[in-house]
């Protein structure tokens, strides 16, 4: 692994870059669903609970010494069989979402561009493309995902400041008091997001030890949240949350009414064709996480040896687990969420907390030696 190396700023790029492929579909419809036009604030309550998990996973991976990152930890904190059994379980958590994201990224090609083509088409052409990206040392997906992430901040950005001049406040404004609650229920979707980091720790073996790689990634979650608190803002300024809620990417909407007149206009065309870097970008962090769960899980020498057959099932499971669209809305929106707020948010800061608690406890032991 010592060959095969990428820094801790590669990691978080390619992280972010492959939030953004689901959050155009949960953000803002579902938090104005909750949170009506407080929605766009739901990131910012999610805020303190993101910068924990940041935290937890920080701890949970941090001098684990060769091998390193989170199934490495697990074994290390939990013992080797239970362990693996929880690697085991995460294998599965991350082979179910990288079919149903492939579904849903496979979907949103048939809605948005090709209404006419076949849906297996693209579902198996964006696996195969992943499969040829995880195949690859992890330092190869990596300078793929630097290449994705800079790509979609510079489409993202441009996005996000031309949509701005058509900001109406009254669409965001005001928020009284006795919204907050419906507000603090809007975080939940955005908390769901978040707990796709538990698949960047998988790979943090791979990271280069570094100083202050605790504040990086604080701040990486910090400036996460801010970003999606601007995507809201931007989208249900734009259209009021009662017309969002109605909206299947009230984000690709917006798009479609930006660029200057005798300028530039269709932005949405380019930026559409951008956010297949961002599906790459989440389905090759999934796919290679579950890579490094499953050597962990069936103690096999090379991760490259499971990446086929983890992409074979997710292929399968993307076509035959999910009948149409409305199903696969419904597990996302329900059992999918749920199950990343388990074992994407809860699980990993209770094993952070224990791992905390029992590095306290050994330095008072040894303070008391002393």
Same mark, same amino acid.
């Given at each position: 692994?010592?060959d095969?190396?990428i820094?801790?700023?590669?990691?978080?790029v390619l992280a972010?870059g492959?939030i953004?492929?689901?959050a155009i579909?949960?953000?803002?419809a579902q938090?104005?669903?909750?949170?009506?036009?407080?929605?766009?604030?739901?990131?910012?309550?999610?805020?303190?609970?993101?910068l924990?998990?940041?935290?937890?996973?920080?701890?949970?991976?941090?001098?684990?010494?060769?091998?390193?990152?989170l199934?490495?930890?697990l074994?290390h904190?939990?013992?080797?069989p239970?362990g693996?059994a929880v690697?085991?379980?995460?294998?599965?958590?991350?082979i179910?979402?990288?079919?149903a994201?492939?579904?849903?990224?496979?979907? #949103?090609? /048939?809605?948005?561009s090709y209404?006419?083509a076949?849906?297996?088409?693209?579902?198996?052409? /964006?696996?195969?493309v992943?499969?040829w990206?995880?195949?690859?040392?992890? $330092?190869a997906?990596?300078r793929?995902?630097?290449?994705?992430?800079?790509?979609?901040?510079?489409? /993202?950005?441009?996005?996000?400041?031309?949509g701005?001049?058509?900001?109406?406040?009254?669409?965001?404004?005001?928020?009284?008091?006795?919204d907050? +609650?419906?507000v603090g229920?809007a975080?939940?979707p955005?908390?769901?997001?978040?707990g796709?980091?538990?698949?960047?720790?998988c790979?943090?073996?791979?990271?280069? +030890?570094?100083n202050?790689?605790? #504040?990086?990634?604080?701040i990486?979650?910090?400036?996460?949240?801010l970003?999606l608190?601007?995507?809201?803002?931007?989208?249900?300024?734009?259209?009021?949350?009662?017309?969002?809620? $109605?909206? @299947?990417? +009230?984000?690709?909407?917006?798009?479609?009414?930006?660029?200057?007149e005798g300028?530039f206009? #269709?932005?949405?065309?380019?930026?559409?064709?951008?956010?297949?870097l961002a599906?790459?970008?989440?389905?090759? /962090?999934?796919?290679c996480?579950?890579?490094?769960l499953?050597?962990t899980?069936?103690?096999?020498?090379?991760?490259?040896a499971?990446?086929?057959?983890?992409?074979?099932l997710?292929?399968?499971?993307?076509?035959w687990l999910?009948? @149409?669209?409305f199903?696969l @809305?419904?597990?996302?929106?329900?059992?999918?969420?749920s199950?990343s707020?388990?074992?994407?948010?809860g699980?990993?800061?209770?094993l952070?907390m224990?791992k905390?608690?029992?590095?306290?406890?050994?330095?008072?032991r040894?303070?008391?030696?002393?």
């Amino acid at each position: 692994m010592t060959d095969d190396r990428i820094s801790l700023r590669q990691l978080l790029v390619l992280a972010f870059g492959g939030i953004l492929s689901p959050a155009i579909r949960v953000l803002p419809a579902q938090t104005a669903q909750q949170g009506g036009a407080g929605g766009w604030l739901a990131a910012l309550a999610a805020l303190p609970v993101v910068l924990l998990l940041c935290w937890g996973l920080w701890t949970l991976c941090r001098s684990q010494g060769a091998g390193g990152g989170l199934p490495y930890a697990l074994t290390h904190l939990l013992g080797r069989p239970a362990g693996k059994a929880v690697c085991f379980l995460y294998l599965l958590w991350g082979i179910f979402l990288l079919a149903a994201n492939a579904r849903q990224c496979a979907l #949103r090609f /048939l809605t948005i561009s090709y209404r006419n083509a076949p849906m297996v088409l693209f579902l198996l052409s /964006l696996l195969g493309v992943t499969f040829w990206l995880v195949r690859k040392p992890v $330092r190869a997906m990596a300078r793929a995902g630097e290449v994705f992430f800079f790509t979609l901040a510079a489409g /993202l950005t441009i996005s996000l400041v031309l949509g701005a001049f058509q900001v109406d406040s009254a669409n965001l404004l005001p928020v009284w008091v006795e919204d907050l +609650p419906d507000v603090g229920r809007a975080a939940v979707p955005v908390l769901g997001l978040a707990g796709y980091l538990v698949f960047a720790a998988c790979l943090g073996g791979n990271v280069v +030890p570094e100083n202050h790689g605790r #504040r990086r990634v604080l701040i990486w979650g910090g400036g996460l949240c801010l970003v999606l608190t601007a995507l809201q803002v931007v989208c249900l300024g734009n259209f009021g949350s009662g017309l969002v809620v $109605r909206m @299947d990417t +009230p984000f690709f909407m917006m798009v479609k009414g930006i660029g200057f007149e005798g300028t530039f206009q #269709r932005v949405e065309s380019v930026i559409i064709a951008l956010w297949v870097l961002a599906d790459l970008a989440l389905l090759s /962090l999934l796919a290679c996480a579950c890579s490094v769960l499953a050597q962990t899980a069936f103690a096999y020498k090379e991760r490259s040896a499971g990446v086929l057959p983890i992409v074979l099932l997710a292929a399968a499971g993307a076509i035959w687990l999910f009948p @149409d669209a409305f199903v696969l @809305d419904a597990i996302m929106e329900g059992a999918a969420l749920s199950g990343s707020l388990v074992l994407g948010i809860g699980l990993p800061i209770l094993l952070a907390m224990v791992k905390w608690s029992k590095g306290k406890r050994e330095e008072n032991r040894v303070e008391k030696k002393t």
